[in-house]
Structures are given as C-alpha cells and as structure tokens.
C-alpha cells in the first residue's frame, strides 16, 4: 500500500509565497512521475506542474517563473515553492506520483489535498 502525505497549505497574502510538501510511502518499487494539480472551486482538476524521471519539470503556463518545482528522489519526495501568489492560485493543491510496488505495473495515487488561499 502507498501513501501520499501533503503539507504547506495556508492563508497567505497575494505577492507571498508558500512551500508545498509532499511524501511518498510505503510499498514502493520505484516512481516515474511526482507532480502538483490543483482544483479551485467549480473548475476542473489541472496541472500545475511534474516531473518524470530522467526529464526536465512541466509547468502549466499560468504558473511559470513563480513557481518551481522539484524532487528528493532519496526520500520520496516532491516540492512546490510558490512565489509571487496571485488571488487565481487559491485552491486545494492535491500530490500526484506514479507508483509502481513490484517494478511490473504502474498506479496514479493521489494525496489527500491541501488547501491554498491566497487573499487580503
């Protein structure tokens, strides 16, 4: 069984800047991808950014050069820094990973969500 556990949400003023966290454990073979998608009320699901082993992070066009992206390959773990925050970031920021326990077949799991609200 994995686990995808998130931390770093909060209320935060627009131009602040927040540092998402999220940890991957249990029965793990290896990871492809770690990423970010986000959910604002009524809006689909999207992507905020990912990255695949072995390739250079993607990020949704409304988020490049704010926020970047990356990964502790060590300890199973995937970063979001968030600068320069804009009123359109508030959302529930949900982990996504790539999993696979036997090196055979892969899963999507997600985290449990983390919310983000940025406001004055």
């Known amino acids: 069984q994995v686990r995808l556990v998130e931390s770093g949400g909060g209320l935060v003023q627009p131009g602040g800047s927040l540092r998402l966290s999220c940890a991957a454990s249990g029965s793990i073979f290896s990871i492809t991808a770690m990423g970010w998608y986000r959910q604002a009320p009524g809006k689909q699901r999207e992507l905020v950014a990912n990255?695949?082993?072995?390739?250079?992070?993607n990020y949704a066009d409304s988020v490049k050069g704010r926020f970047t992206i990356s990964r502790n390959n060590t300890k199973n773990t995937v970063y979001l820094q968030m600068n320069r925050l804009l009123p359109e970031d508030t959302a529930v920021y949900y982990c996504n990973s790539r999993i696979s326990s036997t090196g055979r077949a892969w899963t999507d799991y997600w985290g449990q969500g983390t919310q983000v609200t940025v406001s004055s």
């Open positions: 990255i695949i082993s072995g390739g250079s992070p």
